[in-house]
């Protein structure tokens, strides 16, 4: 086992210490511990999909933040046929959250997100990509229009 040094918000490290405390930890590096490995397995649970998917995008930031809007506006506009729909929250005077409905290919649907997660501004953002199969022909349903 090795020691390491991380820098932490101070308000993430509340939020670390409440769930430590909540959860019945001994210290902080346990929960750390076990709050990475968690991540690192959604990580590659989420990296693994590829083929055709559907997915939502969710990601809170701050709309005063310099260029933030209009360097999403041109991200979005420069993926135009990954997304679908997108909803717009005000949730205070510094924040918004945006929840966007993506569908295309797995890997392109995660590189995306990732690009609009990653932005500076962005204060949290989450994507969860579901498969929607293996390039299926579409079946003709009964009310006798097809679903592409």
């Known amino acids: 086992m090795q ?7 101070d308000d993430l490290l509340a939020e670390i210490d409440a769930a430590a405390e909540a959860r019945g930890y001994q210290n902080r590096s346990e929960v750390i511990r076990d709050l990475a490995r968690a991540g690192l397995q959604q990580s590659s649970e989420d990296t693994a999909q590829s083929g055709p998917c559907v997915a939502g995008l969710v990601y809170v930031y ?4 310099r260029d933030l809007s209009k360097r999403l506006v041109q991200e979005f506009h420069g993926h135009h046929d990954l997304a679908l729909a997108t909803l717009h929250v005000h949730l205070d005077d510094d924040n918004c959250m945006e929840m966007t409905a993506l569908r295309g290919d797995a890997a392109e ?11 500076r501004g962005v204060r949290y953002g989450r994507v969860v990509m579901i498969p929607t199969g ?7 349903r009964k009310h006798g229009h097809r679903h592409d």
Do not use: C, L, Q, Y
């Open 109 to 119: 649907v995660r590189h995306f997100a990732d690009h609009i997660i990653a932005e």
């Open 134 to 140: 293996e390039g299926k022909p579409s079946k003709m």
């Open 62 to 65: 701050d709309h005063a933040a």
């Open 3 to 9: 020691r390491i040094t991380i820098t932490i918000e």
